[in-house]
């Protein structure tokens, strides 16, 4: 997970200094009214319960004087909210939960007229990761034995997914690509439909992240038969990582805060702050252990504009590798 770490290097010290440095803008400046959490992804999902997690903390702890209210806006795999963030700008109370559709919907949509580049980075809570979910009494125990059936099946293999053109619908691309199949990919609004629908066999395949599937697999309805992660993580000691199986296919999403354009660098200071108190928490850190979650180097404010650019452009290599109308569905 180089890709990830290596862009944090000296995180620790630009934003203390950032801190230090703004310490009488953080003094002056702070939220005068609610603050809109929009959340790019439907309810139930990895980015909502992330989104009303953060919201309830900030809440318990008493981070803000006033309330930050999560608001989904899920339409056009996160077309709707990233439109609605742009034509934000300028506005220090509204903030963007974001997942890798930030990188990929306005890369296959091109008539959005969205430039991420242009937002205001604040915060990276975490790197969230996949894992390959069928239901716990299917007969199919391990990932080539997965591929094998698929690749038979092709389009009577169904699987489910977050929107079109953004992180499920790439990876399930990967997965056509590695296995020479040609899968049926059902779009849902969000991660919890789509972890819903897996339980309740109306899909045979999803990629749910844990924290979407990690209901029903503690209560034995689905379970795991691969994680694409450079190793084993803590919370599934068991279930080996695709390169184990002999298969180089690595992928992860980030969870970050974003501002619209043009947010005045008080405002940027004082979130920053805030998320990075918040990622500090023992609450948070728990979190993300029993989810599987990545959540031991924060990033916040330039550090995170420049990750935000290099997963861009990753994300445009892999959208080039596996071509654009395979992960819109087409």
């Known amino acids: ?3 990830f770490r290596s862009l944090s290097a000296g995180v620790a010290f630009s934003v203390a200094a950032a801190c230090v440095a ?7 400046w702070q939220p005068r009214k609610p603050v809109e959490f929009i ?5 139930g999902g990895g980015a909502d319960q992330i989104a009303r997690l953060m919201q ?7 981070l803000s004087a006033m309330p930050f209210i999560p608001i989904n806006k899920p339409g056009g795999s996160g077309a709707e909210a990233l439109r609605y963030i742009k034509d934000k700008a300028g506005d220090d109370h509204t903030l963007l939960v974001t997942l890798n559709s930030f990188y990929t919907t306005p890369l296959v949509q091109e008539g959005l007229g969205v430039d991420i580049s242009e937002f205001t980075p604040i915060a990276r809570m975490a790197i ?3 894992l390959l979910w069928v239901p716990a009494d299917s ?4 990932f080539e034995t997965w591929g094998s059936q698929v ?4 389009k009577d293999w169904t699987v489910g997914g977050t929107g079109t053109g953004q992180e499920d619908s790439i990876l399930f691309a990967m997965l056509e690509a590695e296995f020479n199949a040609d899968v049926t990919y059902i779009p849902f609004p969000g991660g919890g439909d789509v972890a819903k629908s897996l339980v309740g066999k109306h899909i045979m395949t999803t990629v749910n992240n844990p924290a979407e599937q990690m209901e029903f697999f503690r209560a034995g309805q689905s379970k795991p038969l691969v994680q694409f992660t450079d190793e084993r993580m803590e919370a599934f000691p068991d279930v080996p990582t695709a390169k184990e199986a002999g298969h180089d296919l690595v992928y992860y999403m980030q969870r970050s805060v974003n501002g619209p354009p043009g947010m005045s660098p008080e405002a940027q200071a004082w979130y920053t702050a805030l998320f990075e108190e918040l990622f500090n928490s023992q609450e948070w850190q728990d979190f993300c252990k029993s989810d599987g979650l990545t959540c031991d180097e924060f990033a916040g404010g330039a550090d995170l504009g420049e990750f935000h650019k290099q997963q861009l452009e990753r994300h445009k290599a892999l959208i ?4 654009a109308g395979a992960i819109a569905g087409e």
């Open 1 to 3: 997970m180089a890709d």
């Open 22 to 28: 703004t310490t009488p803008a953080l003094a002056d």
């Open 39 to 43: 959340i790019m992804a439907g309810t």
């Open 56 to 62: 309830g903390l900030i809440e318990k702890k008493d």
């Open 128 to 130: 969230d990761t996949f």
């Open 139 to 142: 007969e199919i125990s391990d």
């Open 151 to 154: 690749a038979k099946m092709n």
């Open 320 to 323: 080039a590798k596996v071509g």
